[in-house]
């Protein structure tokens, strides 16, 4: 059975730095891409980037270029999802979905920027 | 890289079909078979309902399908039911990575 697993429930403050996590199993990890998607509060679906697990290559979508990372590590069927200085708008629920056709996907992960 | 357009409600009665559209250009939903639709419950992740344009995963109901002409996509509903209350994205591949729609909310009277 394909399974995306994320990190759990996050708070923090404005600036401080954020780093969460999708483990993927049941299937060859390196053989499908992992995108990151983003959902802030009452809005809709926003694709910000994906990795290829096999070499780490990466593509962001322009509006999230510049603003977090998308790193793998394959030896551990783990894809993460880095903000060095978080910003109150960065409060939403993310999620971690597999292939172009975004086939299977993480339960997501709520990140709350509060002071 | 602007969101695909989709109308942002949708209703109808139960055994009724619906038809969701997401209208894109030549750059995305026209110029690729990537498209493919997700419904999403509250608290919950979304399921792909269609991919490619037309073909269903393993698991989705045939009541599900979907088309698509030109720069425009759809996804057909036939025979409404109550659980099929959610919302509906649609998504295409573009060379500046995957674009989503901006979602329609089903609603089942």
């Known amino acids: 059975e394909v399974r995306l697993v994320q990190s759990g429930a996050e708070v923090k403050k404005p600036g401080e730095s954020l780093r969460i996590s999708c483990q993927g199993s049941?299937?060859?990890?390196?053989?499908?891409?992992i995108n990151w998607v983003r959902q802030m509060p009452g809005k809709g679906l926003e694709w910000m980037g994906k990795?290829?697990?096999?070499?780490?290559?990466?593509k962001y979508s322009p509006s999230f270029e510049g603003h977090v990372i998308i790193s793998a590590d394959k030896s551990i069927n783990t894809v993460y999802l880095q903000w060095d200085s978080l910003k109150p708008s960065d409060t939403a629920v993310y999620f971690c979905?597999?292939?172009?056709?975004?086939?299977?996907w993480g339960q997501g992960t709520l990140v709350n920027v509060s002071s | 890289q602007s969101a695909l357009t989709q109308p942002a409600s949708v209703s109808g009665s139960p055994g009724q079909s619906i038809t969701i559209s997401c209208a894109g250009s030549?750059?995305?939903?026209?110029?690729?078979?990537?498209v493919s639709w997700y419904q999403h419950r509250p608290g919950q992740a979304p399921k792909l309902m269609i991919f490619?344009?037309?073909n269903r995963p393993s698991g989705v109901s045939d009541r599900f399908s979907g088309s698509r002409s030109g720069y425009t996509a759809s996804l057909t509903i036939s025979g409404l039911q109550a659980d099929d209350e959610a919302d509906y994205y649609c998504?295409?591949?573009?060379?500046?990575?995957?674009?989503f729609g901006g979602g329609t909310k089903l609603t089942v009277l």
């Open positions: 979905a597999r292939t172009l056709d975004l086939d299977y």
């Open positions: 990795i290829d697990p096999r070499d780490s290559y990466t």
């Open positions: 490619e344009v037309t």
């Open positions: 998504a295409s591949y573009t060379t500046d990575g995957t674009v």
């Open positions: 049941g299937y060859t990890f390196s053989n499908y891409w």
């Open positions: 030549g750059s995305d939903i026209g110029g690729y078979r990537y």
